[in-house]
Structure formats: structure tokens, C-alpha cells
């Protein structure tokens, strides 16, 4: 570029009013502008757009004005110019006469109409498609950038509560950009020549400042001195772009990489927040993660909490920026090193135990190296065919991060601005020291109390693991689940599972323009466990949409030493589980001692740990999961999709001991597809857990009693149908898509099931328009037996007309009380409900597993209102509600004359509430990450906060529970 001769003009300005003109246009769905579903024909609305102007800076051939833009609300037709004041698309005033934004219009010199700085002020300043917006005034729905949040110039600093928007210093500080509306951002790049003003921290505070010497010069039209070059950089700042200066190529390429770190800073994150301890301290510190649609890109980033609020303040690291190198706007980092793709520890298995192996092209198995040594555009599932195309080992290379692929002709793979694939539904979890709390009680005769008398008890293993090494697990769609170092978010390994090797899943998401391949995308489970004659630390995890399987993995003792070695990973892969038969496995489709089981669908956080009767044995549950409308998978069309089942798998070997039917149920379901997560309980305090209780997509809730010492006498009940009977109108209105909790009914002395109805899935789960949804409280009666339990046997399946019905008003703040309807209570009440059907809130649902607060037998009910199919009006709204877990209702304080009612609330937020955390000292409970702003920097309405708060501090402290408790104590 830089040896290209030049000649003729420099239309800057006319080339930018071209520029700014064209995102007028409503030119529909292309390849250019795309959305997300292509076939709807729709643009995003929330579309970010960008302009990189390179040119020496003198600009001339004229300066003509901008052809009038669409109508704008103060219904200038014209040029914005920056002398006057006028009224933004978003309401607020840009009034010259403000101190705080001097930096826009002091000038110096003679006036000239119109300034290349006028020119993208007017495309920043204008709603460029008012369309997307004609039906409904006040949704502007580009997100609000604003890093910079500081107010040392001006001294008014930004009141708690309120939106930093409102606050001039912010709005107007080059550095953030506020803007909600269609506009223009612009990034000018000059080739190293300098202007009249130094480009320097001084003179631009002196600047924005707008009180001493330093003016924007106007620069004269018909020469080419520094005044022009100023403009230019006055330009792209005034449009809250940058300008950047290249004297050579290689300072081109980093100014280019700069705007390119810029431009992907203004992403959200899509995880709740995960925390280092459940007690908030000065020193506490949360995990989220997230991912960028542009090119499915992700990040986790370790953030700094407020000890007060649990509000995120800051970000310490950010594990992509570490694996990539270059610029990191989360942390304002520049010229990081990337990881060497050589160095990283990649691990990976044939899906047998005690297979683990490096992920590199010669240690994979013949049968690994076909899946991956082909063209991922000729792969057909529904025929059965796919075509070799000789990159496998390159494939490879470029799943370890080598991005020389990127960019060649042949083989071409997937571009990437990071390394890290996108972190969608795979929230972070936090390990560190053992926190189980088994008190080594176990049974005589038992192996943990064997053990225990023998000395290897779990006290001791607590006491041998305190100082283990803190790691953050987090999966995501590259294909891997990632173990990052807690304290400096460097990668520690990563394990890539069989199965999405397997199901060619990771080979598609190398695709050139492929678009997004789910692979490994869910929450891992982490849970202390006593295999094998030891005590260990094991995670178990699902794949969602990447695959029909499930992994476990020994994080007994996470890597520490930077000279680990793949190989001495060997042992942390302990087995896979999916739908079909690994190498070795002569077990009988979905039979006793088999590890793979057809029957098993996407699993969907479908996985559970238990400790059973039958051999003493530690099980994982794994729910037979989905077969969404999005899979491409021919199985999806057999008849084991139509039906329902619990598998229940050995932890300490992986093969399968028994499938549960929910067909073989005494009750008769009208259906059964799509079964939730299973919660287990122990009812008799021994240690072993007697129950598992799951609901699905159908809305039935199914009761396994595991508490038989054979497999054999294993049984199931439908224990409550949602539909008929007073319920939902048919069959699947109101799934049961998480898994439930189990707490105290105080009155029988009996365990209650809670759980809440609707799903958030797949693309067809974003519209408002679904049949009303609730939140349920299900009494347990026990095992169905015609002769030891005929109560059960009547009560089962429980009728919604046998439900106490409790009744939600939402106030104009929307501040949520909760109060007893005026339905008829039955004779025989059997549980509750609350119906989600506040009329202003279409379409919420369940958004989570109620969370538990024990010692007060109340539960904290999560909700999610989405507001359609449109990605740029996504899901940003949650409700939260504290109820009692016994009947539904709300906390009454006895000491009051008219006590409140109040439950909680629903809030905008950038990402789903997270779990209730304590603050240090006892008493109140904040929820990590529910901040004060909305998605887009608005502030939440107070009286909600303020509702949620005390709503919380009637719940007891949460950080000393333990892993097994009396459900009726």
C-alpha cells in the first residue's frame, strides 16, 4: 500500500458522506448484511457499523454536504454541524454551551462550512435507519459502548443508581461511545504525517477540558497544511472512533489491529457469574464468559466483585486475550505474546478408560485421524457419506491454534480474532480446595467408612488438598473444555472429547465460512467422589447440541508446572459415554455393562452424581436429553427419540448398570420426551441417595426410587402432570426443561419438589408467544406399592387442580408481591403453583433450578422474559422471586401491623443472575453479577433492587452447606 503512486484528489469528505449514505440503505438480508436466520429477510437493528478511512488526511475535491439522511426527530432535514446544538435520536441534548463537551465544538480560525469533522459528526449524531425503529420510538437497540467511566475533569461524579449516560462528563468523553441509535463509527488512519497540534495526553485534556489555549483548528480548504490533518483526527473522535498514524507497514498492521480490538471490546457476555468463594470479600473475584457472533469468537474473563453489591468493577485477565496475544480491550493490554499452538496441553481419548492421549495429529487413533481427514462441505449423516480431503493434520494444528491456515488458500479454515472458541452455555466453574463436607460417617462395612477407619478418610483429603492449585473449567465451541489457572488465566490443559471427533462435529467447525458448529457447550459438574479405594475430585460433563455424550475426568490434581507434558495427563480422561459403541465395547446397545446406550440424545446439562444402595456404588445420572428440531442427525427420526429414560452408569468404569423407562411406570403418560436433569435426594440420612426426581419437555415429573439393593427392583412413578385437570391445555405447553429442587414441606414433614415449567433451548424458544408457564411446589408421597404404599399409588399422577394457587401482582416499577388467589383451595391440597402470567411480561418462563435457602425453607425462583426472535432484542429481562418452599407464599413478617408481600422483582441485565452469594460477616445475600445496568448501560429501576435485596435478606447464609442433608430437618 504504501509503494502504490498517488495521484489526482483526496475526497475524503465526499467519500464519507458516500460512506455514512450507504448505511442509510434498507437493502434487506445478503451476505453483506446479514442476519441471523438469512432466510427471514430481516437486518439486525442492533448492527454496529464501522468505517476505516486511510488517507494522508489532506483531503479536497470539494465539500459538499451530505444528501439529506431519513427523517430525524428534531426533523432536521440537513448537516449536523458541530457549532450548533441540537437533540440526539435518544432524547438528550447537544448543547454547545456544556462544559463537558468543548472537545467538539472550540474552534480557532476561519469558519468553513462543512468540516470533514462536521461530515462524521452528522452520520454519528443522525439515526441512520429511523425504520428500525417506526413502530416502537424508544427501541433503539445498538448496544452503549462506555469503557471509560471516569469524572476527574469535571468533578460531578455519577450517582448511585443511576444511568452513567446521564452524566455529561461520560456522554461526552471521546473514549465511551453512548449511542443506541443507527450510526457511524469511524477509525481514520493518516500515513504518519503530523498535524498542527501535538498528538499528546496533555494537549487532548487540555482539550476536552475546552478552558486554556488549545482549539480545533478549521482547516482552509485549498491547501494541504497540518489544520486539514487535525480535522482528521478531530473526526474520528467526534464520531467516538480513533485515529491512528502509520509511518510503515508494520505501524499499518498494529493501527490495524488496534481498530479491530476496538471494534470487538463492544461484545456481552452470555454467562451467568461464577465466584471464588461463596462468602464476598474485598478479595473475591467472579468468572464469566461470553462470545462474539461476528465470528464466533469467545473469552472468560476474571473480574473484580464489589464487596457491597456483587457487581462486577473491573477485569484482572481475560483467558483468550492470554491464548491469542495482541491487543486485549477487556483488559486494555497491547502486544501480548500468543501462546506457542506447540506448547499447549491438549489431551484427548478413544472414549475408553484409561486412554488418554495427546491431541496431536500422530498420537490420535486411526479411527480419530478418518473423522478428522475430511471435507467438512461434503460430510452427509443422512446418507452416510463424506469425502477424505488429505488437511487432517493441518486440521489439527489449526484446532491447537496455529493460524496459518486462516489466512492460506489451501487448506483455508475458519478465520478466527481468537483462539478461544465461543463460551455460549459452558458457564465457568471454580475449583479449588475440596468443599463436599462429608463428615466420614458413613455406614460399617461401607468402603468410604473402611477407609475412614483405615485412615484415608476425607477429612484427611481436605486436609491433603487444601492448597490445591485454583482452576477455572470452562467448555466451549472449539471443541474443547479448557482448565484455566484461577489467578493469571493462563490455560493449564484441555481436553477435546471423543465424541465430537466422533460425530465430525469438530471437523465442521474448522469449515472456511462456515458459520457456527456447537461442540462442547455446556456447565461442567464438579463433585468429590470415592473411587476405586480413593477419595477424588471428578468432573462430569454434557455436550448440549455437540453431541450425544457424556466425559469424566480426574481434576484430582490440575497441572501447576509449566514443563507438564501431555502424556503425564494420561490418566485424567476416565471414560466417555455416548450413543455409540467406542473401541472395545462388546456391550449390547443400551444393556448392563455396556458404554454406549442409542437411546441417549443431546444432552442438554443432563448429568448428575449419586452415591446409591446397590454395591455402595457412585453413579452418574445422565438424562436420556433431546433430539432438538436443529439436529441434523438421522437418529433424530427413530423411535428412541420418542421415549424417555434415566441411565444410571457406574462413575468408577462408565458402564451402564440400568436404563430406566419412564414407559414402565404404573401411571400411563400421555407422552414422555426430553428428560430434564435429575436431582437426587436422600430421605433415610445414610448416606445413600434413595430418589431421583427429573421432569421433561412433555411436562410430566417422573420419581425413580433407586433405594433397591438390585437394579432389578429399581421403579419409577409419574408423580404430576402439568397438562389437564385444570393445567396446561396439552401436551408439552408447559416443559420441565431443569432440573428441580427438593426442599421441606413443614407441615407433613415430607419433601416438596420445586421446579418451574418453559424452556430457553433452541431458536424456536426466543418468541414471546408460548402458552402461559408456572412455577410448582409437588408433594412426595413416596414409592408407588400396592400393598405397602396405597397412598402414593392414589395420589399419583398429582391433577394441577389439586394445587394451592398463589397469585403474582407486578407494580408499575415492577416490584413482584405475591399473595393467595382467590381460586378455591382444595379439599386435599397436594402442593402449589404461581402462574407466570403477569400481562406485561409475555412470555416468561423458568429460567433455572430454583436455588435453595435451607435453614429458612425458602427458595429463590429464577425467570426469563425473552422479547421475541429478533437477536438484537434478546432475552434481558429476569425474574426473581424468594418464596416459601412449603406452600409458595411470600415471607410476612408477624411483627408487622400490614406486612409486605413483596417477592422480588424482574431486571435487565447484561447477563443471567448468577447464584446468591453472602457478604462477609453473615447476614445479607447479594446475587454475583446483577448489576445496576441494563444490556444496553441504563439503570435498572432501584425500587427492583431494592425489592430483590430484601427479598434476600430474609434468606439464611448459604456458604456452609454440605452434601448430603436430612430433607425434613
Same mark, same amino acid.
Given at each position: 500500500?504504501?509503494?502504490i503512486?498517488?495521484?489526482?484528489?483526496?475526497?475524503?469528505?465526499?467519500?464519507?458522506?458516500?460512506?455514512?449514505?450507504?448505511f442509510?440503505?434498507?437493502?434487506?438480508?445478503?451476505?453483506?448484511?446479514?442476519?441471523?436466520?438469512?432466510?427471514?429477510?430481516?437486518?439486525?437493528?442492533? +448492527?454496529?457499523?464501522?468505517?476505516i478511512?486511510?488517507?494522508?488526511?489532506?483531503?479536497?475535491?470539494?465539500?459538499?454536504?451530505?444528501?439529506? !439522511?431519513?427523517?430525524?426527530?428534531?426533523?432536521?432535514?440537513g448537516?449536523?454541524?458541530?457549532?450548533?446544538?441540537?437533540?440526539?435520536?435518544?432524547? +438528550?441534548?447537544?448543547?454547545?454551551?456544556?462544559?463537558?463537551?468543548?472537545?467538539?465544538?472550540?474552534?480557532?480560525?476561519?469558519?468553513?462550512?462543512?468540516?470533514?469533522?462536521?461530515?462524521?459528526?452528522?452520520?454519528?449524531?443522525?439515526?441512520?435507519?429511523p425504520?428500525?425503529?417506526?413502530?416502537?420510538?424508544?427501541?433503539?437497540?445498538?448496544?452503549?459502548?462506555?469503557?471509560? +467511566?471516569?469524572?476527574?475533569l469535571?468533578?460531578?461524579?455519577?450517582a448511585?443508581?443511576?444511568?452513567?449516560?446521564? $452524566?455529561?462528563?461520560?456522554?461526552? $468523553?471521546?473514549?465511551?461511545?453512548?449511542?443506541?441509535?443507527?450510526? %457511524?463509527?469511524?477509525?481514520?488512519?493518516?500515513?504518519?504525517?503530523?498535524?498542527?497540534?501535538?498528538?499528546?495526553?496533555?494537549?487532548?485534556?487540555?482539550?476536552?477540558?475546552?478552558?486554556?489555549t488549545?482549539?480545533?483548528?478549521?482547516?482552509?480548504v485549498?491547501?494541504?497544511?497540518?489544520?486539514?490533518?487535525?480535522?482528521?483526527?478531530?473526526?474520528?473522535?467526534?464520531?467516538?472512533?480513533?485515529?491512528?498514524?502509520?509511518?510503515?507497514?508494520?505501524?499499518?498492521?498494529?493501527?490495524?489491529q488496534?481498530?479491530?480490538?476496538?471494534?470487538?471490546?463492544?461484545?456481552?457476555?452470555?454467562?451467568?457469574?461464577s465466584?471464588s468463594?461463596?462468602?464476598?470479600?474485598?478479595?473475591?473475584?467472579?468468572?464469566?464468559?461470553?462470545?462474539?457472533?461476528?465470528?464466533?469468537?469467545?473469552?472468560?474473563?476474571?473480574?473484580?466483585?464489589?464487596?457491597?453489591?456483587?457487581?462486577?468493577?473491573? !477485569?484482572?485477565?481475560?483467558?483468550?486475550?492470554?491464548?491469542?496475544?495482541g491487543?486485549?480491550?477487556?483488559?486494555?493490554?497491547?502486544?501480548?505474546?500468543?501462546r506457542?499452538?506447540?506448547?499447549?496441553?491438549?489431551?484427548?481419548?478413544?472414549?475408553?478408560?484409561?486412554?488418554?492421549?495427546p491431541?496431536?495429529?500422530?498420537?490420535?487413533?486411526?479411527?480419530?485421524?478418518?473423522?478428522?481427514n475430511?471435507?467438512?462441505t @461434503?460430510?452427509?449423516?443422512?446418507?452416510?457419506?463424506w469425502?477424505?480431503?488429505?488437511?487432517?493434520?493441518?486440521?489439527?494444528?489449526?484446532? /491447537?491454534?496455529?493460524?496459518?491456515?486462516?489466512?492460506?488458500?489451501?487448506?483455508?479454515?475458519?478465520?478466527r480474532?481468537?483462539?478461544?472458541?465461543?463460551?455460549?452455555?459452558?458457564?465457568?466453574?471454580?475449583?479449588?480446595?475440596?468443599?463436599?463436607?462429608?463428615?466420614?460417617?458413613f455406614?460399617?462395612?461401607?468402603?468410604?467408612?473402611?477407609?475412614?477407619?483405615?485412615?484415608?478418610?476425607?477429612a484427611?483429603?481436605?486436609?491433603?488438598?487444601?492448597?490445591?492449585?485454583?482452576?477455572?473449567?470452562?467448555?466451549?465451541?472449539?471443541?474443547?473444555?479448557?482448565? =484455566?489457572?484461577?489467578a493469571?488465566?493462563?490455560?493449564?490443559?484441555?481436553?477435546?472429547?471423543?465424541?465430537?471427533i466422533?460425530?465430525?462435529?469438530?471437523?465442521?467447525?474448522?469449515?472456511?465460512?462456515?458459520?457456527?458448529?456447537p461442540?462442547?457447550?455446556?456447565?461442567?459438574?464438579?463433585?468429590?467422589?470415592?473411587?476405586?479405594?480413593?477419595?477424588?475430585?471428578v468432573?462430569?460433563s454434557? %455436550?448440549?447440541?455437540?453431541?450425544?455424550?457424556?466425559?469424566?475426568?480426574?481434576?484430582?490434581?490440575?497441572?501447576?508446572s509449566?514443563?507438564?507434558?501431555?502424556?503425564?495427563?494420561?490418566?485424567?480422561?476416565?471414560w466417555?459415554?455416548?450413543?455409540?459403541?467406542?473401541?472395545?465395547?462388546?456391550?449390547?446397545?443400551?444393556?448392563?455393562?455396556s458404554?454406549?446406550?442409542?437411546?441417549?440424545g443431546?444432552?442438554?446439562?443432563?448429568? $448428575?452424581?449419586?452415591?446409591?444402595?446397590?454395591?455402595?456404588?457412585? !453413579?452418574? %445420572?445422565?438424562?436420556?436429553?433431546?433430539?432438538?428440531?436443529?439436529?441434523?442427525?438421522?437418529?433424530?427420526?427413530?423411535?428412541?427419540?420418542?421415549?424417555?429414560?434415566?441411565?444410571?452408569?457406574?462413575?468408577?468404569?462408565?458402564?451402564?448398570?440400568?436404563?430406566?423407562?419412564t414407559?414402565?411406570?404404573?401411571?400411563?403418560?400421555?407422552?414422555?420426551?426430553?428428560?430434564?436433569?435429575?436431582?437426587?435426594?436422600?430421605?433415610?440420612?445414610? =448416606?445413600?441417595?434413595?430418589?431421583?426426581?427429573?421432569?421433561?419437555?412433555?411436562?410430566?415429573?417422573?420419581?425413580?426410587?433407586?433405594?433397591?439393593a438390585?437394579?432389578?427392583d429399581?421403579?419409577?412413578?409419574?408423580?404430576?402432570?402439568?397438562?389437564?385437570?385444570?393445567g396446561?391445555?396439552?401436551?408439552g405447553?408447559?416443559?420441565?426443561?431443569?432440573?428441580?429442587?427438593?426442599?421441606?414441606?413443614?407441615? +407433613? /414433614?415430607?419433601?416438596?419438589?420445586?421446579?418451574?415449567?418453559?424452556?430457553?433451548?433452541?431458536?424456536?424458544?426466543?418468541?414471546?408467544?408460548?402458552?402461559q408457564?408456572?412455577?410448582?411446589?409437588i408433594?412426595?408421597?413416596?414409592?408407588?406399592?400396592?400393598?405397602?404404599?396405597?397412598?402414593?399409588?392414589?395420589?399419583?399422577p398429582?391433577?394441577?387442580?389439586?394445587?394451592?394457587?398463589q397469585?403474582?401482582?407486578q407494580?408499575?416499577?415492577?416490584?413482584?408481591?405475591?399473595?393467595?388467589?382467590t381460586?378455591?383451595?382444595?379439599?386435599?391440597?397436594?402442593?402449589?403453583?404461581?402462574?407466570?402470567?403477569?400481562?406485561?411480561?409475555?412470555?416468561?418462563r423458568?429460567?433455572? @433450578?430454583?436455588?435453595?435457602?435451607?435453614?429458612?425453607?425458602?427458595?429463590?425462583?429464577?425467570?426469563?422474559?425473552?422479547?421475541?426472535?429478533?437477536?438484537?432484542?434478546?432475552?434481558? /429481562?429476569?425474574g426473581?422471586?424468594?418464596?416459601?418452599?412449603?406452600?409458595?407464599?411470600?415471607?410476612?413478617?408477624?411483627?408487622?401491623?400490614?406486612?409486605?408481600?413483596?417477592?422480588?422483582?424482574?431486571?435487565?441485565?447484561?447477563?443471567?443472575?448468577?447464584?446468591?452469594?453472602?457478604?462477609?460477616?453473615?447476614?445479607?445475600?447479594?446475587?454475583?453479577?446483577?448489576?445496576?445496568?441494563?444490556?444496553?448501560?441504563?439503570? !435498572?429501576?432501584?425500587?427492583?433492587i431494592?425489592?430483590?435485596t430484601?427479598s434476600?435478606?430474609?434468606?439464611?447464609?448459604?456458604?456452609?452447606?454440605?452434601?448430603?442433608?436430612?430433607?425434613?430437618?
Amino acid at each position: 500500500m504504501f509503494n502504490i503512486p498517488a495521484n489526482n484528489g483526496t475526497p475524503n469528505v465526499a467519500a464519507s458522506v458516500r460512506t455514512g449514505n450507504y448505511f442509510t440503505n434498507a437493502t434487506g438480508a445478503s451476505d453483506t448484511n446479514p442476519y441471523w436466520d438469512r432466510d427471514l429477510n430481516r437486518e439486525l437493528s442492533c +448492527r454496529q457499523n464501522f468505517h476505516i478511512n486511510m488517507s494522508d488526511g489532506f483531503w479536497n475535491s470539494g465539500n459538499p454536504a451530505p444528501t439529506p !439522511v431519513r427523517a430525524v426527530p428534531t426533523g432536521d432535514q440537513g448537516l449536523r454541524y458541530l457549532d450548533t446544538g441540537l437533540t440526539l435520536p435518544d432524547g +438528550r441534548d447537544y448543547d454547545t454551551g456544556d462544559a463537558e463537551n468543548k472537545f467538539f465544538n472550540r474552534f480557532s480560525g476561519t469558519q468553513i462550512e462543512p468540516t470533514l469533522a462536521d461530515v462524521m459528526f452528522h452520520y454519528w449524531a443522525s439515526d441512520l435507519r429511523p425504520d428500525f425503529t417506526a413502530n416502537d420510538a424508544t427501541k433503539l437497540k445498538v448496544p452503549a459502548f462506555i469503557p471509560d +467511566r471516569s469524572t476527574n475533569l469535571f468533578g460531578t461524579a455519577v450517582a448511585p443508581g443511576t444511568d452513567a449516560r446521564d $452524566n455529561k462528563e461520560i456522554y461526552w $468523553n471521546p473514549a465511551n461511545d453512548p449511542a443506541t441509535w443507527s450510526h %457511524l463509527v469511524n477509525f481514520n488512519i493518516s500515513f504518519g504525517l503530523d498535524g498542527t497540534l501535538p498528538q499528546t495526553p496533555g494537549i487532548y485534556t487540555a482539550l476536552r477540558e475546552g478552558t486554556g489555549t488549545w482549539k480545533w483548528p478549521y482547516p482552509v480548504v485549498d491547501s494541504d497544511d497540518g489544520r486539514k490533518l487535525d480535522d482528521f483526527w478531530h473526526a474520528a473522535l467526534v464520531s467516538r472512533g480513533r485515529f491512528l498514524s502509520a509511518k510503515n507497514p508494520e505501524e499499518l498492521i498494529t493501527a490495524l489491529q488496534e481498530i479491530i480490538a476496538s471494534i470487538i471490546a463492544r461484545r456481552g457476555a452470555s454467562t451467568a457469574v461464577s465466584v471464588s468463594l461463596p462468602i464476598i470479600t474485598d478479595g473475591t473475584t467472579g468468572y464469566t464468559a461470553g462470545y462474539d457472533t461476528t465470528d464466533w469468537s469467545g473469552f472468560v474473563t476474571r473480574n473484580r466483585l464489589d464487596p457491597l453489591t456483587g457487581e462486577r468493577i473491573g !477485569v484482572i485477565w481475560d483467558a483468550a486475550c492470554i491464548l491469542t496475544g495482541g491487543s486485549c480491550p477487556s483488559t486494555a493490554q497491547t502486544g501480548l505474546t500468543p501462546r506457542d499452538p506447540d506448547s499447549r496441553v491438549l489431551i484427548t481419548s478413544s472414549g475408553t478408560p484409561g486412554t488418554g492421549t495427546p491431541f496431536r495429529w500422530s498420537s490420535l487413533t486411526t479411527a480419530q485421524q478418518a473423522r478428522l481427514n475430511v471435507d467438512p462441505t @461434503s460430510i452427509r449423516l443422512d446418507l452416510g457419506t463424506w469425502t477424505a480431503d488429505a488437511y487432517g493434520s493441518q486440521r489439527v494444528q489449526y484446532l /491447537r491454534g496455529d493460524r496459518t491456515n486462516e489466512t492460506t488458500a489451501t487448506p483455508r479454515f475458519r478465520q478466527r480474532s481468537s483462539v478461544l472458541g465461543a463460551v455460549i452455555r459452558g458457564q465457568p466453574v471454580y475449583v479449588s480446595s475440596p468443599t463436599a463436607g462429608f463428615p466420614d460417617t458413613f455406614p460399617i462395612g461401607s468402603p468410604e467408612r473402611t477407609a475412614s477407619d483405615a485412615g484415608n478418610s476425607y477429612a484427611a483429603y481436605q486436609v491433603d488438598n487444601r492448597a490445591r492449585a485454583p482452576t477455572v473449567y470452562v467448555a466451549s465451541n472449539d471443541g474443547m473444555l479448557h482448565a =484455566f489457572d484461577g489467578a493469571n488465566g493462563k490455560e493449564r490443559f484441555a481436553y477435546v472429547p471423543n465424541t465430537v471427533i466422533e460425530n465430525f462435529r469438530l471437523t465442521r467447525s474448522t469449515q472456511f465460512e462456515g458459520g457456527f458448529t456447537p461442540t462442547a457447550d455446556d456447565k461442567p459438574l464438579v463433585s468429590d467422589v470415592f473411587l476405586n479405594s480413593e477419595w477424588k475430585t471428578v468432573l462430569l460433563s454434557s %455436550l448440549r447440541l455437540g453431541g450425544r455424550g457424556v466425559y469424566l475426568l480426574d481434576i484430582t490434581n490440575p497441572p501447576t508446572s509449566a514443563s507438564t507434558t501431555e502424556n503425564d495427563l494420561a490418566a485424567v480422561p476416565l471414560w466417555e459415554f455416548s450413543n455409540v459403541a467406542p473401541p472395545g465395547d462388546l456391550g449390547a446397545d443400551c444393556a448392563a455393562g455396556s458404554r454406549h446406550c442409542s437411546s441417549l440424545g443431546y444432552t442438554y446439562e443432563s448429568v $448428575n452424581i449419586a452415591r446409591i444402595n446397590y454395591g455402595h456404588k457412585w !453413579v452418574a %445420572l445422565v438424562s436420556s436429553g433431546y433430539f432438538p428440531t436443529e439436529s441434523t442427525d438421522p437418529a433424530s427420526l427413530s423411535s428412541k427419540a420418542n421415549q424417555t429414560s434415566l441411565l444410571v452408569i457406574d462413575l468408577a468404569t462408565g458402564q451402564l448398570i440400568r436404563e430406566i423407562l419412564t414407559s414402565s411406570a404404573p401411571q400411563a403418560a400421555t407422552q414422555s420426551f426430553g428428560l430434564s436433569q435429575a436431582i437426587v435426594m436422600d430421605i433415610s440420612t445414610d =448416606f445413600i441417595d434413595d430418589v431421583a426426581i427429573a421432569g421433561d419437555l412433555a411436562g410430566n415429573l417422573w420419581r425413580f426410587d433407586l433405594s433397591g439393593a438390585s437394579p432389578s427392583d429399581w421403579k419409577v412413578d409419574l408423580m404430576f402432570k402439568t397438562y389437564g385437570a385444570g393445567g396446561a391445555a396439552a401436551v408439552g405447553d408447559q416443559p420441565i426443561a431443569s432440573a428441580p429442587t427438593v426442599m421441606a414441606d413443614s407441615t +407433613r /414433614r415430607e419433601p416438596i419438589i420445586v421446579f418451574g415449567t418453559g424452556k430457553f433451548i433452541g431458536l424456536p424458544d426466543r418468541s414471546a408467544a408460548i402458552p402461559q408457564q408456572s412455577f410448582y411446589g409437588i408433594e412426595d408421597y413416596g414409592t408407588c406399592d400396592a400393598v405397602n404404599n396405597v397412598t402414593a399409588c392414589a395420589a399419583y399422577p398429582i391433577k394441577p387442580n389439586e394445587l394451592i394457587v398463589q397469585k403474582i401482582t407486578q407494580a408499575g416499577n415492577a416490584v413482584r408481591t405475591v399473595t393467595a388467589s382467590t381460586e378455591p383451595v382444595p379439599t386435599t391440597p397436594r402442593g402449589w403453583r404461581i402462574r407466570l402470567n403477569v400481562p406485561v411480561e409475555p412470555g416468561e418462563r423458568s429460567l433455572d @433450578s430454583p436455588f435453595p435457602f435451607y435453614s429458612s425453607n425458602q427458595v429463590l425462583l429464577r425467570s426469563i422474559i425473552p422479547k421475541g426472535v429478533d437477536p438484537c432484542d434478546p432475552g434481558a /429481562r429476569y425474574g426473581l422471586m424468594v418464596v416459601n418452599a412449603a406452600d409458595g407464599s411470600a415471607y410476612v413478617d408477624p411483627t408487622e401491623s400490614s406486612p409486605a408481600r413483596i417477592v422480588g422483582g424482574v431486571v435487565a441485565s447484561s447477563t443471567p443472575p448468577g447464584d446468591p452469594i453472602t457478604l462477609r460477616g453473615g447476614g445479607n445475600v447479594v446475587i454475583a453479577g446483577l448489576t445496576e445496568r441494563d444490556g444496553t448501560g441504563g439503570v !435498572v429501576n432501584q425500587a427492583v433492587i431494592n425489592a430483590i435485596t430484601e427479598s434476600l435478606s430474609r434468606a439464611d447464609d448459604i456458604w456452609h452447606r454440605g452434601a448430603w442433608r436430612d430433607v425434613l430437618r
